[in-house]
């Protein structure tokens, strides 16, 4: 028995294109244990995530055509990001949830302003725009760790062992990003 041939990105695209559903099976394939740890770092419960897993291929599916996404793993991750928050405050409203999403929320809560406040000064695309740009800015590592904790809310565990690194590094790391952060959007005017 051979090794399971993994399609690259373009040909499940173009699957997605010919409307056959085998591009949902190459999908979950090559990406699905990546959707499901996204979903279940927002959401923290296994048959959530999976749900949100399958809506995420529908989604997939309802989007292309007509969309041609140029970065197919961004175009999904997005999409589960996504149908995941949606889920988790849905479900949040109902009652308090463990999740590693909360954990991520929290940590960056003083860039969390109320809807008066961003509809009087700074929008939350262009906050998003000089979050971007910070981002950038800071070295490959860093920018792994911002993404892996901020983006895809992994536990500081796993990106540590992901970095092969001590927690309490990962820990500093974050600390230094956030307070750098803090400084890079309070000198462009952003009251924090």
């Known amino acids: 028995m051979g090794e399971k041939q993994i399609l690259d990105d ?3 695209i173009e699957l997605y294109w010919q409307r056959e559903e085998k591009a949902i099976e190459e999908t979950d394939n ?6 499901f740890r996204i979903a279940y770092n927002v959401l923290n419960d296994k048959s959530d995530s999976e749900e949100c897993q399958n809506d995420t291929y529908l989604a997939v599916w309802n989007a292309i055509p007509p969309t041609r996404p140029r970065v197919f793993p ?6 589960i990001r996504r149908i ?3 889920f988790y ?3 949040n409203r109902k009652r308090s949830i463990p999740s590693e999403f909360k954990t991520t ?5 003083y860039l969390l302003h109320s809807k008066e406040e961003i509809d009087a000064g700074l929008n939350a695309k262009e906050l998003g725009k000089l979050i971007s740009d910070y981002v950038k800015s800071l070295s490959k590592k860093q920018q792994y760790i911002f993404v892996s904790r901020f983006y895809m809310s992994n536990p500081i565990e796993y990106i540590a062992n992901e970095m092969d690194v001590t927690a309490s590094s990962i820990y500093k790391s974050i600390d230094k990003i956030k307070k750098g952060l803090k400084e890079y959007l309070t000198k462009r005017g952003v009251s924090l």
Not at 74 to 79: E, K, S, T
């Open 105 to 109: 929320i929290d940590d960056l809560s």
């Open 89 to 91: 405050r849905r479900k």
């Open 30 to 35: 090559k990406y699905g244990e990546l959707l």
């Open 74 to 79: 961004a175009f999904i991750v997005q999409i």
């Open 84 to 86: 995941s928050i949606d």
């Open 10 to 12: 373009e040909q499940i």
